[in-house]
């Protein structure tokens, strides 16, 4: 059993870098790290191949500048293997043409599973994984929050807002997990000793066979037409309390309209 876990590697949520006024993107010039949405997928494909005799998990991402400090991480919490696909040309990309780079570099390694997160934590247009579903031809299950092998077919209990949803599914398939549905480990020293030797196969686009003008800006879709930093989120306010702090707390609800 080969499990593809996609990870999309991003600037750091705490230090996320500057915008870039001429392009209208994030500048992605400093270290990236994984997508904390991601470790949830690295978790579960564990998960299923732990135990397993034959069970591999490879790790695919397309960053910038051949950052590998993402794959790292999920290198170094149990995955075997990642592809690596990075470009100056990539540049720009919108979800469409990050799918169909993704695509040809799941297709090397020929996965029984595909698992992704249902969107970044950065660019989170939550788009991705279908697209890669219906360019491999493939039957795709989104928001899952439990996942079971039964030999040919996959078993997803599916979130949905009253509860959840059981899905079975033929594989391979594409499989979306949501946030916070199982608890990454956290990497051991062993593990990131061992993360230093795995293999990360790079790739550029000539290497994947895409043609360079249907990527990046030249083959995007998209138009970034405005950017604006987001607000400064403001002090909260402190209520001391002087024996009517509840009637207080409850008027500054009832002014949000939260009540
Ligand atoms: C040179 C270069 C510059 C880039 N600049 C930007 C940028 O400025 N802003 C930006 O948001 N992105 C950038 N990217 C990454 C790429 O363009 C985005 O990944 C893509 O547009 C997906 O958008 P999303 O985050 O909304 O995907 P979503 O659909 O929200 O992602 C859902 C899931 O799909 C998978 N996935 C998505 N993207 C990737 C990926 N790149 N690698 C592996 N798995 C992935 C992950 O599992 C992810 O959690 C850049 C990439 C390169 C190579």
Not at 177 to 200: D, H, L, Q, W
Not at 222 to 232: D, G, N, S
Not at 237 to 248: L, N, S, T, Y
Request: net charge negative; aromatic share 4%.
């Amino acid at each position: 059993m080969n499990i593809v876990v996609c990870v999309k590697q991003i600037p750091d949520p705490t230090d996320p870098g500057a915008l870039d006024p001429e392009t209208k993107t994030l500048k992605r010039d400093a270290k990236l790290i994984l997508d904390e949405s991601d470790s949830y997928g690295v978790e579960m494909a564990l998960q299923l191949v732990d135990g397993t005799e034959d069970g591999e998990v490879r790790l695919v991402s397309m960053a910038p500048n051949n950052e590998v400090g993402g794959l790292r991480t999920a290198l170094a919490m149990g995955a075997a293997s990642a592809v690596l696909v990075s470009d100056e040309a990539l540049a720009g990309s919108d979800s469409l043409s990050t799918a169909k780079v993704l695509v040809e570099a799941i297709k090397r390694c020929e996965p029984t599973l595909i698992l992704t997160a249902t969107e970044s934590s950065d660019g989170y247009t939550g788009t991705v994984p279908v697209q890669i579903a219906e360019l491999l031809d493939l039957p795709s299950v989104t928001f899952a929050k439990e996942i079971t092998i039964n030999g040919d077919t996959v078993t997803v209990k599916r979130q949905t807002e009253d509860g959840y949803d059981e899905v079975e599914c033929p594989l391979p398939c594409v499989v979306s997990v949501t946030a916070g549905v199982v608890e990454p480990r956290y990497p051991s020293f062993k593990g990131i000793m061992a993360a230093k030797n795995k293999p990360v196969e790079e790739l550029d686009l000539a290497g994947l066979g895409i043609d360079a003008s249907t990527v990046g800006w030249a083959g995007a879709r998209q138009e970034i037409t405005e950017v604006t930093e987001a607000a400064v989120r403001e002090a909260g306010e402190i209520i001391v309390d002087e024996g009517d702090a509840h009637e207080r707390i409850l008027s500054f609800m009832d002014d949000l309209k939260v009540l």
